[in-house]
């Protein structure tokens, strides 16, 4: 287990923060009580950025007819829909929430080529919301495989994230499981593959980011 990068920013304030609102306990010689307070809060806060920005260490099986889950969470949706943005036509579209206990980090689903990538800025409706997906802060990501078929992934920010990360950009190379972003505090990631796709998993069903197969071509 480690720590990812991206919490560094996040832990150093509140370390700052514990170091301040103890030592001005201390300055005013606060009673045992309000400094029992302080001390339970202070653990709370640093274990929760701890826990948050978690990165468990992975091994990934790679399958080139298997689609892996992008992130760790649970499956909200899983239906045919009309994708706008890219395909303009009717794609199978699987969901997965992350609440904030969950391991933020998105992986790729499938190897390929990126053919395609946008950075959206928008709203911070919650997650779950019907219209998050297209009016939400969010980046779309394209991968061609080497046999030519596309699959879309699009990270979509919650009412608590403010942002969001990602590593990839267009014609750049990359590999099953590999992390391709991270998403800060609630968020979801939608999956859109072609129609007749085999989808291996159901609604409510707890997935594991870079190992559950949650579809095969």
């Not at 509140?14 to 045992?32: K, P, S």
């Not at 991270?182 to 007749?196: E, W, Y």
């Amino acid at each position: 287990m480690k720590f990812h990068k991206e919490g560094y920013t996040s832990l150093a304030l509140v370390v700052l923060f514990i170091f301040i609102i103890n030592a001005t306990a201390d300055y005013f010689d606060a009673n045992q009580y309000v400094k029992w307070f302080l001390y339970l809060l202070s653990a709370f806060l640093f274990i929760t950025i701890v826990q948050f920005f978690r990165s468990p260490k992975k091994i990934i099986a790679l399958d080139e007819n298997a689609v892996l889950c992008p992130a760790d969470g649970k499956v909200v949706v899983i239906e045919e829909t009309e994708e706008s943005e890219y395909f303009n036509d009717k794609r199978l579209q699987v969901s997965i929430f992350m609440s904030p206990i969950n391991v933020h980090v998105n992986r790729n689903p499938i190897s390929g080529i990126v053919s395609y990538f946008k950075y959206h800025p928008g709203k911070f409706l919650v997650a779950w919301h019907p219209k998050s997906s297209t009016e939400n802060e969010r980046t779309t990501v394209v991968v061609k495989k080497s046999n030519g078929v596309e699959v879309l992934f699009r990270q979509i920010a919650g009412a608590l994230a403010r942002r969001i990360v990602w590593y990839v950009k267009e014609e750049q190379q990359v590999q099953q499981g590999e992390e391709f972003g991270f998403i800060k505090f609630g968020s979801r990631v939608d999956v859109f593959l072609p129609v007749g796709t085999k989808v291996s998993v159901n609604i409510g069903d707890k997935v594991v980011g870079g190992k559950t197969v949650i579809a095969r071509f």
